[in-house]
C-alpha cells in the first residue's frame, strides 16, 4: 500500500527555519516524482517545491525560490522540504505528493498530476 507521512510543521517566527519530511511507503522515492503542495485557508492548493524522479532535477514555484529546498534522501525513502527566511504568507497546510515517474516540467505544479497525497503537516508563521 502506498502510504505519504508529511510531518515537522509548527508555528515558528518570521525569519525562521523549519524541515518538513515526507516518509514514503510502498514505493522508493526515487522512482517517483514528488512535489510538495500547501493551501493557506480561504486559497487554492498551490504547489511549492519539485523533484523528479532518479535524475533529480528540482523546481520551485517563484515565491520560494532562494529560501526553500527540496532533497531526498534513498536510504530512508524521505523527502524533505527545507524552509528558511519564514514569512506570514508561508502559512498554511503543506501537502506531499507523489506522481509515478518523470513528469514534464510543465506538469509538476498541477495537483491532478499526482496519483498519492498524504494527509498534511501545519505551518504557521508569525510577524
Known amino acids: 500500500e502506498v502510504q505519504l507521512q508529511a510531518s515537522g510543521g509548527g508555528l515558528v517566527q518570521a525569519g525562521e527555519s523549519l524541515r518538513l519530511s515526507c516518509a514514503a511507503s510502498g514505493f522508493k522515492v526515487n522512482d517517483y516524482t514528488i512535489g510538495w503542495f500547501r493551501q493557506a485557508p480561504g486559497r487554492e492548493r498551490e504547489g511549492v517545491s519539485f523533484?523528479?524522479?532518479?535524475?533529480?532535477?528540482?523546481r520551485n514555484a517563484e515565491s520560494v525560490k532562494g529560501r526553500f529546498t527540496i532533497s531526498r534522501d534513498n536510504a530512508k525513502n524521505t523527502v524533505y522540504l527545507q524552509m528558511n527566511s519564514l514569512q506570514p504568507e508561508d502559512t498554511g497546510v503543506y501537502f506531499c505528493a507523489a506522481a509515478k515517474g518523470r513528469l514534464i516540467v510543465s506538469a509538476l505544479r498541477a495537483k491532478a498530476s499526482y496519483d498519492y497525497w498524504g494527509q498534511g503537516t501545519l505551518v504557521t508563521v508569525s510577524s
Open positions: 523533484l523528479r524522479n532518479s535524475e533529480g532535477i528540482t
